[in-house]
C-alpha cells in the first residue's frame, strides 16, 4: 500500500534519526538503563537525546514554570512513545522479521535527499555524532517494526483515490500553509554578577553592528546564549504561535532580510533577523496527498492498533529502574 502507512505515530520519524546527541542543556548524558521493555533497554541518554532538540525549541519561547511545564508534558510522551516503538521492535525480533541490506540503502539514499548533498549528510552525522552503523542499525530497527505493523493491520487497509479527494474537500482549512517567517535570533542573558544596563547595552551594540551589516551568524556564534548558535541562531520557518507574543508582533511585519530592535522578555535581550517569509495559500492535493492518506490510514487503523498495542503492554515486560 501506500508509503504513508508507514509513518504512523507508534515509530519515530526519520527527523529524530539526527536529534542533537547529549543531555538538556547540554549537560553530560548519563547513559544508565532507565527502562526494560522485554529484551530491549532504553536508556537515560536515549530519553534525554530525543528530548533535547523539543527543549530546545521549548527554550526559546518559554521560562519559568511555563517551560518546565512544557517540558515535563514533552518528556511523559516521549517515554510514552519510545516503550511502544520497543515493544513494537521486540515483536517483530520474537516473529523472525528481516530486512534486506537494500531496504536500509534505500531509505538512506531518501534521508540524503533531504540534505541537499553527500557532503552536508556527513556533516550532520558528523555534528550530532551519529555513524553510518548507528543509523543503518537505527533504520533497520524501523524498517522490521514497519513490516510488523502492515502485517498486524496495514494489509487489510485499503484506501480510494475517492476517500482521499473526500477527505481533502471535507478537511479542506486544515491543509492550509500559514503564513511563515524563518528567523536567526540573538539571546544575551543577564550573568552573574553583571549590572542588568551591561545586557542590555551589550544586545544594543550588537543590534547595531547587525543593521550596519556585519555578519549575523557570526554575532550570533560570538554572542548569542540562545538556542543552535552553532548554527547561526537559526530557528527555521516559525508560525504564528510558535514565538512569545512580544516577539511575534516584530518579526511577522519586519521585511525580508531585516533585523529587529531589541526585544525584552523574561529571557533576556533579542536581536532577530527575517531570513525569508512564506505566504499563507491553500496546500494543493498533489502536495498533501501522503498525509491525507496518513490521516485516512490512522483513522482505519486506530481501533486495532489501539488493541493489539494494550495487548503488547499486558503481555510484555516494563520495569522503570
Excluded at 551589516?213 to 537559526?234: I, T
Excluded at 494543493?284 to 486495532?304: N, W, Y
Aim: hydrophobic share 40%; with cysteine.
Amino acid at each position: 500500500m501506500m508509503k504513508s502507512r508507514c509513518r504512523i505515530a507508534l515509530l519515530i520519524a526519520s527527523v529524530a534519526t539526527f536529534a542533537a546527541l547529549g543531555a538538556l542543556a547540554g549537560a553530560e548524558v548519563v547513559d544508565k538503563i532507565a527502562i526494560v521493555v522485554n529484551d530491549e533497554i532504553i536508556t537515560q541518554g536515549e530519553i534525554d537525546e530525543t528530548l533535547a532538540p523539543i527543549y530546545e525549541q521549548y527554550r526559546a519561547v518559554y521560562y519559568g514554570d511555563e517551560l518546565m511545564r512544557k517540558v515535563e508534558e514533552a518528556r511523559r510522551k516521549v517515554i510514552a512513545q519510545i516503550i511502544e516503538d520497543r515493544l513494537v521492535l521486540s515483536e517483530a525480533k520474537r516473529q523472525g522479521i528481516t530486512v534486506e541490506e537494500a531496504e536500509i540503502d534505500a531509505r538512506i539514499a531518501d534521508t540524503m535527499k533531504r540534505f541537499g548533498s553527500y557532503e552536508q549528510f556527513e556533516k550532520v552525522l558528523a555534528q550530532q555524532g551519529m555513524t553510518m552503523k548507528k543509523l543503518r542499525l537505527r533504520y533497520k530497527e524501523q524498517i522490521m517494526s514497519r513490516k510488523l505493523i502492515d502485517q498486524k493491520v496495514g494489509g487489510k487497509i485499503a484506501i480510494s483515490p475517492v476517500e482521499v479527494s473526500d477527505y481533502y474537500k471535507a478537511h479542506f482549512n486544515e491543509y492550509i500553509q500559514p503564513e511563515e517567517v524563518r528567523v536567526r535570533n540573538i539571546l544575551i542573558r543577564p550573568r552573574q554578577g553583571m549590572e542588568p544596563e551591561a545586557a542590555l547595552i551589550l544586545a544594543q551594540d550588537v543590534c547595531e553592528r547587525a543593521k550596519k551589516g556585519e555578519d549575523f551568524s557570526e554575532l550570533v556564534k560570538r554572542y548569542s546564549e540562545g538556542p543552535h548558535a552553532e548554527d547561526g541562531g537559526d530557528l527555521g520557518y516559525v508560525k504564528r504561535g510558535d514565538l512569545l507574543p512580544e516577539i511575534e508582533k516584530i518579526v511577522f511585519i519586519l521585511p525580508e532580510g531585516q533585523v529587529s530592535e531589541v526585544i525584552q522578555t523574561g529571557l533576556g535581550y533579542h536581536v532577530f533577523k527575517v531570513e525569508a517569509k512564506r505566504e499563507r495559500r491553500p496546500r494543493t492535493l498533489s502536495e498533501v496527498r501522503h498525509e491525507v492518506e496518513e490521516a485516512i490510514f490512522r483513522q482505519k487503523v486506530s481501533g486495532k492498533l489501539r488493541g493489539w498495542m494494550e495487548s503488547l503492554k499486558k503481555n510484555g515486560y516494563i520495569a522503570f529502574k
